[in-house]
């Protein structure tokens, strides 16, 4: 790879990569620490919590197994997905905080500057992405989000603890009493509090603290869901992808190295049902059913539109070079994660350790394969095989070989927990067919609300069960205190898409602005039980003290309930 022009490094600016932690010297040597609430997780769920928490008075430990924490927004690579209302109200005010500090983040660099009418817009959009009305690169949203935990790290009340891994628990009974992690240097360190909040990927908290949860799709005859199959199937995930991120440099040559398995993943053929046109994983035709055969998605780099179908470049783009001053040397940098390097021939839980191992090394081949084919065989416009020009970012996400310090899931274990929303919950068809009464069909009503949340439909990705993508209508819903309670565990809080949701319904509630809602109300729930000394269920179960709850939320920017004319 060609040394990088030093201008390509203009968004460094102001990035904390491991920033302020909070911790002394002696608590990173220390075999245990302790704080009023323990967030196991650092993506967009735990930093969430963690601001929730400490608004309500309590002392956190947060801890994130890379160095960067943001999750999905920053170790992922994976720019937001929101819904259509989302610039005027249907998410917290600290997640409209967070999205507002990447656009500052942009307008106050001057080397290169915004253009002025880019700078003027209030909307602005540094990639111009189509997937997001704000996509921007992954070290923004980190700069971002290190900003907003610094008052809280200074002031002594939030510890951060990275590359840190939970390995293990000690539960007793119905109570959480301790999580021991994996530190950098290969060390245990126990870390004991009041609260335990599982904020991980994957719900890791569940299986060592012996928490129930599910797994993979549950069986119609369980959840009544029309969609759902005859059979309950654990490893039923959706799929994963590792995100990686590319310029373009016309007349050069940046082809990398033929990956391991390019020709598996060149001649694959997703076994899918219902089956799909796309023959094979790498082309233009996008793996969902009911395609007739002809090119769905164009591809070119070149310029933001395309000859067939809508341009993938531009889809996650999350710098639009054309948005900064002539001549400061800045160019288009693209976010690809696409159906084509989605990894659906098996699951990250629900296997052996190995086996997941095994997925998740796979999984890297079959980005790099992709990769290998846009620059030596993807079909042009023009006629052409292959753009030698794209280049890999390892910069951009933080890596020596390109990729993302990890992959994008989309499917956690799930709680099983006091209240599971289910399809009929949430779904547009569902909720229309059952509608009797006047004006739309709505979302159902939970009186425990705690957030908002809604996408453009109920999104499932092929997944490792062999079941081929699919989505359905969803209506602007709530998400429930009770989703985030498990059924028997008293001090254990879901605080990321480990909530209680179905295989279905994870679908609408994965993706960034639910999850950091999730996470928001279950730091600021465990925050008020430390404050009150009041039970989460018992916050549930009072109307009093639940009132008195969901009027902190409120007061915080948290809305609970959508307008009556949001329909979707």
């Excluded at 719900?203 to 309950?232: C, H, I, R, Y």
């Excluded at 990956?259 to 694959?268: C, L, N, T």
């Excluded at 990890?406 to 067919?433: C, D, F, G, M, N």
Aim: net charge neutral; charged share 25%.
């Amino acid at each position: 790879m060609n040394p990088m022009d030093r201008r390509d490094f203009f968004w460094f600016t102001g990035a904390t990569v491991g920033g302020v932690t909070g911790l002394t010297a002696a608590d990173e040597k220390a075999a245990e620490l302790s704080a009023d609430v323990v967030v196991i997780g650092g993506g967009l769920g735990g930093c969430a919590a963690a601001l929730g928490a400490v608004r309500e008075g309590a002392t956190v430990i947060m801890t994130e197994e890379t160095d960067w924490i943001g999750g999905q927004l920053t170790a992922q690579a994976v720019p937001p997905d929101e819904h259509k209302y989302i610039e005027k109200f249907g998410c917290p005010a600290e997640y409209r905080r967070l999205r507002n500090g990447a656009r500052d983040f942009y307008r106050r660099q001057t080397t290169p500057a915004l253009v002025p009418a880019a700078r003027n817009n209030p909307l602005l959009n540094p990639g111009n992405g189509w997937v997001s009305r704000v996509c921007a690169e992954p070290r923004v949203w980190l700069t971002v989000l290190e900003a907003m935990l610094e008052p809280a790290v200074k002031a002594g009340t939030l510890r951060i603890l990275r590359d840190w891994t939970p390995v293990s628990a000690d539960a007793a009974g119905d109570k959480v009493r301790a999580v021991t992690g994996r530190t950098r240097d290969g060390k245990a360190q126990t870390l004991t509090g009041k609260y335990f909040l599982d904020a991980t990927e994957q719900g890791d908290l569940l299986p060592l603290t012996g928490t129930e949860f599910v797994t993979g799709s549950e069986a119609q005859s369980e959840t009544k869901e029309p969609s759902a199959g005859p059979v309950a199937r654990p490893a039923n995930v959706q799929s994963f992808t590792w995100v990686f991120a590319l310029d373009h440099r016309p007349g050069e040559d940046h082809t990398i190295a033929k990956p391991a398995g390019y020709e598996f993943w060149r001649d694959h053929e997703p076994n899918l049902n219902p089956p799909t046109a796309a023959k094979r994983q790498l082309s233009w035709l996008y793996p969902t059913p009911g395609d007739d055969g002809k090119p769905r998605l164009g591809f070119d780099p070149t310029r933001d539109g395309a000859e067939y179908g809508p341009n993938l470049w531009t889809y996650r783009r999350a710098v639009d070079a054309k948005l900064f001053a002539p001549g400061a040397g800045v160019r288009d940098i693209s976010l690809i994660n696409w159906g084509q390097n989605d990894y659906h021939l098996g699951p990250l839980h629900a296997v052996p350790a190995a086996e997941a191992a095994r997925h998740l090394d796979r999984g890297r081949q079959l980005s790099l394969a992709l990769l290998y084919w846009l620059q030596t065989a993807a079909p042009r416009p023009d006629g052409k095989l292959g753009w030698p020009g794209l280049r890999l970012r390892p910069d951009v996400v933080g890596t020596e070989d390109g990729l993302a310090k990890r992959p994008y899931i989309r499917e956690s274990r799930r709680l099983k927990a006091e209240v599971t929303v289910l399809e009929q919950h949430v779904s547009k068809p569902v909720r229309e067919a059952e509608h009797t009464g006047k004006g739309p069909a709505r979302a159902a009503w939970f009186a425990d609300t705690i957030g908002v949340g809604l996408y453009l439909y109920i999104d499932i990705h092929a997944s490792a069960g062999g079941d081929n993508g699919r989505g359905t209508g969803v209506l602007p819903f709530q998400i429930p205190l009770g989703a985030l309670l498990p059924r028997r565990v008293e001090n254990l809080l879901a605080a990321s898409k480990n909530l209680g949701v179905t295989h279905i319904t994870n679908g609408c509630f994965r993706l960034h602005t639910v999850e950091w809602g999730i996470g928001e109300a279950a730091g600021a729930l465990a925050g008020f039980c430390v404050r009150t000394g009041e039970l989460p269920r018992k916050v549930r179960a009072d109307k009093t003290v639940l009132d008195d709850f969901q009027k902190r939320l409120k007061n915080s920017g948290v809305e609970l309930e959508w307008p009556v004319d949001a329909t979707n």
